[in-house]
């Protein structure tokens, strides 16, 4: 029989680490399940059948991917068809063979008699809790065809929402990435053939070229430790960013930024209120979904503030007051969730802030693109005149060497 190693939370918080024997993933699921606890991940042991493993595949499948397998399964269970015929379907069509593999391996469990939502939990590179949680409510309550519209409505709205930050800075980086191109173009091969026709001149020199022949001369000497020490940097960089104490660091430095900081926060605004708004109409507990926020938020302070509601909750209080008190959200925030809790809508109030949040990001994206444009191309105009004028500074200043 295999063994799977897994790792589970417990309704405390706690996280579990273990493994245990079945016939197959679906049945180790179930098990944990029965004993009340949250699978965050599932595999089966090495040098045992590899049926209903988590691809290592999985994580290049693409929430693009994910949306058209929402709307493609979501119109399949309308029509009445079948759910592992469904399955075998998308899998058949995929355009993903990550994700073929993955929705091979979820049609399995389904047909060996495993929950959805519990053949998807195997595969988190994937399926997310929150969409884990919203498709065990919606087989519950037998809604699993409104589950997956309301499923595929979110992730259009947060596939248009990154496309649209994505599409709004890539014009800058390129302008960047072009200029640092002309700037290394100048100092490696145009500057050199300055630096010859100057040899002669010593300290003559006027300080702006002698700056710019030295650096040029350094570069390339040093080019291949320059790259590496870039690449390195970046990687090192990535690395630390991923750290609790560097992510915070990142996090106060960006959201002092006038512009930038406040994109960052309404970004994690629309996320936090629009997965509480789909995961609370969808039936899945407040505490639950609560928690579920604090993963998608990327904020630690939001995570934080959270935390906060869904003890100030579990101690009967309401969800509005420990969200005003964070001072992450804005009173407008507290507000509307106050009388959404007052009149038992809730989900729609959050969907209603999502909504407004998406239209002022919409604004904070035109504002930011606006000032960095010009600011990128000031500062790079500044930097590649500094080298042309320095180029040209001895030969403006031939009548005074000759004298």
């Known amino acids: 029989m295999p063994t799977f190693v897994y790792r589970v939370k417990t309704r405390e918080g706690g996280v579990r680490q273990g493994e245990l024997e079945a016939v197959d993933q679906g049945a180790a699921l179930r098990a944990l399940r029965q004993q009340d606890l949250f699978v965050t991940r599932i595999r089966e042991k090495p040098g045992f059948s590899t049926e209903g493993w988590s691809f290592p595949g999985t994580a290049r499948v693409s929430q693009n991917d994910l949306l058209v397998f929402t709307y493609q399964l979501e119109a399949l269970i309308k029509a009445g068809v079948p759910l592992a015929q469904s399955l075998d379907m998308l899998a058949t069509q995929a ?201 998608v938020s990327g904020l630690q302070r939001m995570v934080r503030a959270l935390e906060e509601a869904r003890s100030s909750i579990r101690e009967g209080h309401t969800l509005a007051d420990p969200l005003e008190r964070s001072g992450m959200f804005p009173r407008l925030v507290s507000n509307m969730v106050g009388v959404g809790e007052a009149t038992g809508s809730l989900d729609t109030a959050l969907g209603n802030i999502a909504d407004l949040f998406e239209r002022e990001v919409d604004r904070d994206v035109a504002a930011f693109t606006a000032v960095l444009e010009p600011l990128i191309i000031v500062v790079l105009g500044i930097g590649i005149g500094f080298i042309v004028v320095a180029m040209y500074l001895p030969i403006f200043s031939m009548p005074s060497v000759f004298d």
């Open 95 to 295: 355009s993903s063979s990550a994700l073929q593999a993955v929705l091979r391996a979820v049609k399995q469990n389904v047909e060996s008699g495993s929950s959805l939502a519990d053949a998807l939990q195997g595969h988190p590179a994937v399926f997310t809790p929150w969409y884990v949680s919203m498709i065990q409510a919606g087989e519950e309550s037998g809604t699993l065809d409104r589950t997956f519209g309301r499923l595929a409505q979110h992730l259009d709205k947060v596939v248009r929402l990154r496309q649209q930050v994505k599409l709004a800075l890539a014009y800058p980086l390129l302008v960047v990435i072009v200029a640092l191109l002309v700037l290394w173009v100048l100092l490696i091969w145009v500057i050199p053939m300055f630096a010859t026709m100057f040899a002669d001149w010593g300290d003559a020199l006027p300080w702006p070229t002698a700056v710019v022949l030295a650096l040029s001369r350094w570069l390339q000497e040093q080019w291949v430790s320059v790259l590496l020490g870039v690449v390195g940097l970046g990687m090192g960089g990535r690395l630390w960013a991923k750290t609790r104490s560097g992510r915070r660091m990142i996090e106060d430095v960006v959201l002092r930024v006038p512009l930038l900081g406040k994109l960052w926060r309404n970004v994690a605004m629309v996320h936090v209120a629009r997965t509480l708004s789909v995961l609370l109409g969808s039936g899945v507990p407040i505490l639950r979904s609560l928690e579920i926020a604090q993963k």
